[in-house]
């Protein structure tokens, strides 16, 4: 059966966002602050409303917000609490490889294998520190940042060392490139040779789309060759550090390109010479993931991920009493607010008030409210009941439970607060 096939018929994934502490951030796409972690404690409690609310779960998946290996412990005790009440479910991790100076990352990879882990992406985005050192504005292997050039070294070193010790360790290793045009995107063979040498059975490439036409920056050289620095594990050793090219911005992303047509297809094909790079056939036909700051009682309905907007369906309607919670069931709403990009300078900012149909109507009403809300693209609410949602659902309208602020929730929803990107606005 095909990829597209099990999506019809398969269960959903749950997004853990349980590793509290950042350890290093990207140039590009990435928020200022990673977000709050969760605990053991509320995770089971989110868990256990999600099994509640019918959504039929296949898989557990560690994915922020911040790296999971610079602080394990809080990470494993809520995957031990997710082994504990859904033993049924698989887990996986998705991590940037980059542990804690001096931990022993051969037991850190014994101790997530034993938890249940089966699963492991690592995200490597070279294996050329003058690569890395264009791709990230800072990298803290210990409990200080490093300067760049050094700290790209060590953080080469760590996820060489993490590939081989989970693998090593039975579980499974994906590698995961996401590649940059102008900065990367001739290092790709390069990292497929590394990353296969040290044992991850597949190499998955992405590009990364900024959304913005600009001009290429060229791609530093490195001193020895890339492959040869992260399979020997010890990358630190290679001399030569030639200064690399850094940004002239912070939002480095406004002076990305496009990949060129058919440049993805060059690239993969190249990588596939050294291992799989056909995408991974996700068991899970629905992402569901923590909105910044909802309560306990969270989730997330409809969608293979968080929705974004589509066609003629750029807005998002929010069930609130105040302005600044969503704080409503959807049936005690009697007015939505609307949030979407203002037509002057795509500012998310609140649009309009719409009234909600009045009740007794049957399936009625909630045809209507979709009609009213034809521009929208999800709802946000409290709470809703399972028949208004597949109603909704129906009409092409996800429905988004969250006890949450609307700001943080909006912010997600329009991109998650880039800085100079589409920011809320209640006007």
């Not at 790209?152 to 290793?173: M, P, W």
């Not at 909600?356 to 709802?379: N, Q, S, Y």
Request: net charge negative.
């Amino acid at each position: 059966m095909s990829c597209a096939a099990k999506k019809s018929v398969t269960p959903g994934c749950i997004h853990l966002p349980v590793a509290p502490r950042a350890n290093l951030r990207r140039r590009f796409g990435e928020p200022e602050t990673p977000g709050r972690a969760l605990g053991s404690g509320a995770v089971s409690q989110w868990l256990a409303r999600v099994s509640a609310d019918g959504v039929a779960l296949a898989a557990a998946a560690v994915s922020g917000p911040g790296e999971p290996l610079a602080d394990p412990a809080p990470v494993l005790d809520a995957l031990r609490a997710v082994r504990a009440a859904r033993p049924d479910l698989s887990l996986s991790l998705v991590t940037s490889g980059l542990y804690e100076q001096g931990a022993d990352v051969r037991s850190l990879a014994a101790s997530f294998a034993e938890a249940g882990v089966s699963r492991v992406t690592v995200l490597v985005e070279g294996v050329d520190p003058a690569v890395v050192e264009q791709i990230y504005a800072w990298i803290r292997p210990g409990r200080r940042t490093q300067p760049l050039p050094e700290a790209s070294l060590a953080l080469i070193d760590a996820q060489a060392a993490t590939i081989r010790a989970f693998h090593e360790a039975g579980v499974e290793v994906l590698a995961r490139m996401t590649v940059y045009a102008g900065i990367n995107d001739a290092h790709v063979e390069d990292v497929a040779a590394a990353v296969a040498a040290l044992g991850a059975s597949r190499l998955e490439i992405t590009p990364f789309a900024s959304g913005k036409p600009a001009s290429a920056r060229p791609a530093a050289q490195g001193g020895c060759p890339p492959s040869a620095c992260a399979s020997c594990g010890v990358a630190a050793s290679c001399s030569g550090k030639p200064a690399a090219p850094k940004p002239e911005a912070e939002d480095a992303e406004d002076i990305l390109p496009e990949l060129a047509p058919g440049r993805l297809e060059e690239l993969r094909a190249a990588a596939g010479r050294y291992l799989n790079v056909e995408a991974v056939c996700d068991p899970c036909a629905t992402d569901i993931r923590w909105v910044e700051g909802q309560g306990g009682a969270a989730s997330v309905v409809g969608g293979s991920s968080l929705p974004r907007p589509e066609g003629a369906r750029v807005n998002v309607a929010v069930a609130s009493s105040n302005g600044v919670d969503v704080d409503l069931h959807l049936g005690q709403a009697i007015k939505f607010l609307v949030f979407g990009p203002r037509a002057e300078d795509g500012l998310t900012t609140l649009l309009d008030v719409r009234h909600a149909p009045e009740p007794g109507a049957g399936d009625r009403r909630w045809v209507d409210l979709a009609r009213a809300l034809g521009d929208c693209f999800a709802i946000l609410v409290a709470s809703a009941g399972a028949h208004p949602r597949e109603v909704l659902q129906g009409q092409g309208l996800a429905l988004l439970i969250a006890e949450t602020d609307v700001k943080a929730a909006v912010d997600t929803l329009f991109g998650g607060g880039k800085p100079g990107r589409r920011r809320v606005k209640a006007d």
